[in-house]
């Protein structure tokens, strides 16, 4: 049980400078519930040419990850190409992501984040734009910043979301089946099922779950949008809660709070199948390609979850402030 | 087993059906009393329950960093007692111990219900405990904790038949004394209960081989409801819950504070219905022999958990294994040490201390510091932040510390409604035990008187023998 392996070792060659925060000030706030961007080609242009980073509209690139049938059949055989490093990119114990559809037909998108902690400078964004989100109490941080300190006792950050193990531990414990994994790799609680016995809890080995000890925060009623798993807003008291990456975002092509609310542009979401991820600022990486050549890391791998997110590690951040 | 050492334990009684109906007939004037400030002091955890279910777990102390804590504390201890009297029972009449006799009943009925009161702590625990047939209705079959449903509701099924079976004969004893008593009401019950057992050979026949197949099915059931409740803790991937021996160490923990419960009950229930004349100084110590070895297989286990996680320095186990040693939780866990295995042990292993009063105090020291030892088992991998190392703190709110009694008021408030509707004595099989003991004291006789006769043949003497009229209907048995 090797637990804090990422915690405490900066692994990974350092990486070139030309890849750090490429200007804050093109950052600029999406708008909340905005239409999708309908300008797909020049996104899957964007997506499948060999460029590591490439600015475009980071709604245009969600849009056609999100319209995943489609887009896997407008890419044609550029996905099918990537399918395959898709494929390798589940280098757990048990080899390949396990919900890659062979028929092409049947392929949807499978989501997966990468986070570039060589930019985190430990702000929080990220956990104040979920928990604004999301109506949750201060402890409830279903994405948590941890300060860790490298081998060499530097301080880094290191957000944590839930991870969307492939083999989620706590979907394995729940006894009423209250925790699922969907078809294109979101692990979810079903709040309305939920029966409160916090097995989960004990079971997931990056404590990214949260129960709902006292009142939840009361949240205004959206009108068309109904508590659900993919929407747990409010929380439901006596039940168990987690980072969900916007499950309800994700299909309009939105990007999660988290990675909207973040100003350094640390995390990236994105498809393992089209092989495209994209953070605020609008670089879109090719996800193989990138945590590849920046030696990224998932987080307890000896443990078999396979997660669905990469850590590109931090380095020296103490020292740039 | 039955050598006349052994049998020269069980009484001699002719007055056993009256001892054993007391407490249904004339329970004393203390009873209702007792009985009220019982059902007072659950009421009170009843209360407190209800509390936290409108304010949330959090009432209870439980926080992010203790998610789980006491209430699961609660169950272990619970359902673990549980498996003493049952097991106490079953390997003493598999093994044939007549001394067992005046035991059984009050073992068994402990084991019923301190089972039910263990299973039903599950209720606190759960957040959302409206929810609970989902168990039934949409089982995940890969988890634990539905298997600990179904294990602990077989064990609680088996246990309750278990202390049911040999109850019948009982039961039909109850009926016809209830009856001359005028209490028609219970004595219609008990008739119903008895199913209308009538001491035919068949029926005999049929009873004894029931009992003996529920006690040996008994044993394996028990030994698997613990292993299941450790996989609760070992399926995941924590620090210190993550063990392979902690299957076993459920096992013997569950025998060991079992038996220390059943040690306690005997002697309570003895004193508070005179019971002393068929339960003696020496069936107490006796089940302090029995206790022993199990405490010593304890501390042995406990050296086998903790060596190996803090030699070798891992990561989490050995930051965990360094609070319960020398850290936060480690005036708690010494204290399960010494008052827990330590003293018990020395207690029962001088000479000077082998006497009820001292056996009766080492058992509750067992009970009460296995629960303490449950609780740090419990909270302290909980507390571990697996991602940042830091150690949260689980404390007690009046809310847990009163459902937690109600849970331990609860164990003497339904023995003591239970010995209100069954004889607290195993009527039958004392008698079977003193006939046969008589049996034995005849065949003796018997023996005596052949070994004369040869004697006398071989010396040449007159063989005219004068051979004692043995009483030959059994005691006890007469107005049967
Ligand atoms: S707390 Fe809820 S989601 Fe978690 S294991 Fe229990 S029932 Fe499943
Ligand atoms: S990170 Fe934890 S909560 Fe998320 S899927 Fe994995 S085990 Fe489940």
């Given at each position: 049980?090797?637990?804090?392996?990422?915690?405490?070792?900066?692994?990974?060659?350092?990486?070139?400078?030309?890849?750090?925060?490429?200007?804050?000030e093109?950052?600029?706030?999406?708008?909340?519930?905005?239409?999708?961007?309908?300008?797909?080609?020049?996104?899957?242009?964007a997506?499948?040419?060999?460029?590591?980073?490439?600015?475009?509209?980071?709604?245009?690139?969600?849009?056609?990850?999100?319209?995943?049938?489609?887009?896997?059949?407008?890419?044609?055989t550029?996905?099918?190409?990537?399918?395959k490093?898709?494929?390798?990119?589940?280098?757990?114990?048990?080899?390949?992501?396990?919900?890659?559809?062979?028929?092409p037909?049947?392929?949807?998108?499978?989501?997966?984040?990468?986070?570039?902690?060589?930019?985190?400078?430990?702000?929080?964004?990220?956990?104040?734009a979920?928990?604004?989100?999301?109506?949750?109490?201060?402890?409830?941080?279903?994405?948590?910043?941890?300060?860790?300190?490298?081998?060499?006792?530097?301080?880094?950050?290191?957000?944590?979301?839930?991870?969307?193990?492939?083999?989620p531990?706590?979907?394995?414990?729940?006894?009423?089946?209250?925790?699922?994994?969907?078809?294109?790799?979101?692990?979810?609680?079903?709040?309305s099922?939920?029966?409160?016995?916090?097995?989960?809890m004990?079971?997931?080995?990056?404590?990214?779950?949260?129960?709902?000890?006292?009142?939840?925060?009361?949240?205004?009623r959206?009108?068309?949008?109904?508590?659900?798993?993919?929407?747990?807003?409010?929380?439901?008291?006596?039940?168990?809660?987690k980072?969900?990456?916007?499950?309800?975002?994700?299909?309009?092509?939105?990007?999660?709070?988290?990675?909207?609310?973040c100003?350094?542009?640390?995390?990236?979401i994105?498809?393992?199948?089209?092989?495209?991820?994209v953070?605020?600022?609008?670089?879109?990486?090719?996800?193989d390609?990138f945590?590849?050549?920046?030696?990224?890391v998932?987080?307890?791998?000896?443990l078999?979850?396979?997660p669905?997110?990469?850590?590109?590690?931090?380095?020296?951040?103490?020292?740039?402030g | 087993?039955?050598?006349?050492?052994?049998?020269?334990?069980?009484?001699?009684?002719?007055?056993?059906?009256?001892?054993?109906?007391?407490?249904?007939?004339?329970?004393?004037?203390w009873?209702?009393?007792?009985?009220?400030?019982?059902?007072?002091?659950?009421?009170?955890?009843?209360?407190?329950?209800?509390?936290?279910?409108?304010?949330g777990l959090g009432?209870?102390?439980y926080?992010?960093?203790?998610?789980?804590?006491?209430?699961?504390?609660?169950?272990?201890?619970?359902?673990?007692?549980?498996y003493?009297?049952?097991?106490?029972?079953?390997?003493?009449?598999?093994t044939?111990?007549?001394?067992?006799?005046?035991?059984?009943?009050?073992?068994?009925?402990?084991?019923?219900?301190?089972?039910?009161?263990?299973?039903?702590?599950?209720?606190?625990?759960?957040?959302?405990?409206?929810?609970?047939?989902?168990?039934?209705?949409?089982p995940?079959?890969?988890?634990?904790?539905?298997?600990?449903?179904v294990?602990?509701?077989?064990?609680?099924?088996?246990?309750?038949?278990?202390?049911?079976?040999p109850?019948?004969p009982?039961?039909?004893?109850?009926?016809?004394r209830?009856?001359?008593?005028?209490?028609?009401?219970?004595?219609?019950?008990?008739?119903?209960?008895?199913?209308?057992?009538?001491a035919?050979?068949?029926?005999?026949?049929?009873?004894?081989?029931?009992?003996?197949?529920?006690a040996?099915m008994?044993?394996?059931l028990?030994?698997?409801?613990?292993?299941?409740?450790?996989?609760?803790?070992?399926?995941t991937?924590?620090?210190?819950?993550?063990?392979?021996?902690?299957?076993?160490?459920?096992?013997?923990?569950?025998?060991?504070?079992?038996?220390?419960?059943?040690i306690i009950?005997?002697?309570?229930?003895?004193?508070?219905?005179?019971l002393?004349?068929?339960?003696?100084?020496?069936?107490?110590?006796?089940?302090?022999?029995?206790?022993?070895?199990?405490?010593?297989?304890?501390?042995?286990?406990?050296i086998?958990?903790?060596?190996?996680?803090?030699?070798?320095?891992?990561?989490?186990?050995?930051?965990?294994?360094?609070?319960?040693?020398?850290g936060?939780?480690?005036?708690?866990?010494?204290?399960?040490?010494?008052?827990?295995?330590?003293?018990?042990?020395?207690?029962?292993?001088?000479?000077?201390?082998?006497?009820?009063?001292?056996?009766?105090?080492?058992?509750?020291?067992?009970v009460?510091?296995?629960?303490?030892?449950r609780?740090?088992?419990?909270?302290?991998?909980?507390?571990?932040g697996?991602?940042?190392?830091?150690f949260?703190?689980?404390?007690?709110t009046?809310?847990?510390?009163?459902?937690?009694?109600?849970?331990?008021?609860?164990?003497?408030?339904?023995?003591l409604?239970?010995?209100?509707?069954?004889?607290i004595l195993?009527?039958?099989?004392?008698?079977?035990?003193?006939?046969?003991?008589?049996?034995?004291?005849m065949?003796?006789?018997?023996?005596?008187?052949?070994?004369?006769?040869?004697?006398?043949?071989?010396?040449?003497?007159?063989?005219?023998?004068?051979?004692?009229?043995a009483?030959?209907?059994?005691?006890g048995?007469a107005?049967?």
């Amino acid at each position: 049980m090797h637990e804090e392996t990422v915690a405490s070792s900066s692994a990974g060659a350092p990486e070139p400078a030309g890849q750090g925060p490429s200007g804050a000030e093109d950052y600029v706030q999406p708008r909340l519930g905005s239409g999708i961007a309908a300008k797909a080609a020049s996104a899957v242009t964007a997506a499948v040419e060999p460029v590591v980073i490439r600015k475009v509209s980071r709604r245009r690139v969600l849009a056609v990850l999100g319209a995943a049938g489609a887009g896997a059949a407008a890419v044609g055989t550029g996905v099918l190409g990537r399918e395959k490093s898709a494929q390798a990119l589940g280098t757990g114990a048990r080899g390949t992501p396990a919900t890659v559809s062979k028929n092409p037909a049947r392929r949807t998108a499978q989501w997966a984040m990468v986070l570039d902690l060589r930019r985190c400078d430990g702000c929080k964004g990220c956990t104040m734009a979920c928990q604004q989100r999301h109506y949750l109490h201060a402890d409830q941080t279903w994405i948590k910043v941890y300060k860790m300190t490298s081998s060499g006792g530097q301080t880094y950050h290191m957000p944590r979301p839930c991870m969307m193990c492939e083999d989620p531990p706590c979907m394995y414990v729940c006894p009423v089946g209250a925790t699922f994994r969907n078809d294109e790799g979101i692990v979810l609680v079903d709040q309305s099922v939920c029966i409160g016995c916090r097995t989960c809890m004990a079971a997931c080995p990056y404590e990214a779950r949260y129960f709902n000890w006292s009142t939840p925060k009361p949240a205004p009623r959206m009108p068309g949008m109904p508590q659900s798993p993919e929407w747990p807003v409010p929380q439901v008291l006596g039940t168990v809660g987690k980072c969900v990456w916007c499950a309800d975002r994700l299909p309009h092509g939105e990007l999660p709070a988290c990675v909207q609310g973040c100003p350094m542009g640390v995390i990236y979401i994105g498809d393992l199948v089209s092989d495209v991820a994209v953070n605020s600022f609008g670089d879109v990486i090719r996800i193989d390609e990138f945590i590849k050549k920046n030696d990224a890391v998932r987080f307890k791998e000896e443990l078999g979850t396979n997660p669905r997110v990469w850590y590109v590690l931090g380095h020296d951040q103490s020292s740039v402030g | 087993m039955t050598n006349t050492e052994e049998l020269s334990d069980v009484p001699e009684l002719p007055d056993v059906r009256a001892a054993s109906m007391r407490p249904v007939l004339k329970p004393g004037r203390w009873y209702w009393p007792v009985v009220g400030a019982l059902v007072a002091v659950v009421a009170v955890g009843v209360v407190a329950w209800v509390t936290q279910l409108h304010e949330g777990l959090g009432a209870a102390g439980y926080n992010n960093h203790a998610f789980w804590a006491i209430y699961i504390a609660d169950v272990v201890t619970f359902i673990g007692v549980s498996y003493g009297g049952a097991v106490v029972s079953a390997i003493l009449r598999l093994t044939g111990a007549s001394w067992r006799a005046p035991l059984t009943r009050i073992a068994e009925a402990t084991a019923v219900v301190t089972v039910i009161i263990g299973g039903s702590f599950i209720i606190p625990h759960l957040g959302r405990p409206e929810r609970i047939l989902e168990l039934i209705y949409r089982p995940n079959l890969s988890s634990p904790i539905f298997w600990d449903f179904v294990a602990v509701s077989t064990y609680a099924f088996a246990s309750i038949v278990f202390f049911f079976l040999p109850l019948m004969p009982d039961l039909a004893m109850a009926r016809d004394r209830l009856t001359a008593a005028n209490r028609p009401r219970l004595a219609r019950l008990c008739g119903t209960l008895s199913c209308r057992w009538q001491a035919k050979p068949s029926q005999r026949r049929r009873l004894d081989g029931a009992i003996g197949l529920v006690a040996i099915m008994v044993i394996p059931l028990a030994v698997s409801v613990h292993s299941v409740l450790s996989w609760a803790f070992t399926l995941t991937s924590r620090p210190w819950w993550h063990e392979s021996i902690w299957a076993p160490y459920f096992v013997v923990a569950a025998l060991y504070s079992g038996i220390a419960l059943v040690i306690i009950v005997v002697a309570v229930m003895r004193r508070i219905w005179g019971l002393k004349a068929f339960i003696t100084d020496r069936h107490l110590v006796r089940l302090g022999f029995i206790l022993a070895p199990f405490g010593a297989a304890y501390l042995y286990l406990t050296i086998a958990d903790f060596l190996p996680g803090s030699y070798v320095g891992e990561n989490g186990v050995a930051n965990v294994f360094a609070q319960v040693l020398a850290g936060r939780y480690a005036l708690w866990f010494w204290l399960f040490v010494f008052a827990g295995l330590i003293v018990p042990l020395l207690i029962i292993a001088l000479p000077w201390t082998r006497r009820a009063p001292f056996i009766v105090t080492a058992a509750a020291l067992v009970v009460g510091s296995l629960w303490i030892k449950r609780m740090v088992m419990v909270v302290a991998p909980a507390n571990y932040g697996r991602v940042s190392g830091v150690f949260g703190s689980y404390h007690f709110t009046w809310i847990s510390a009163c459902v937690t009694l109600a849970g331990v008021a609860a164990i003497p408030l339904l023995l003591l409604l239970v010995f209100r509707v069954v004889p607290i004595l195993s009527v039958t099989e004392m008698e079977e035990m003193a006939a046969r003991k008589e049996q034995e004291a005849m065949r003796e006789g018997a023996d005596r008187a052949l070994a004369e006769i040869e004697r006398r043949h071989d010396a040449g003497e007159s063989l005219d023998v004068q051979v004692e009229e043995a009483e030959m209907t059994p005691v006890g048995r007469a107005d049967a």
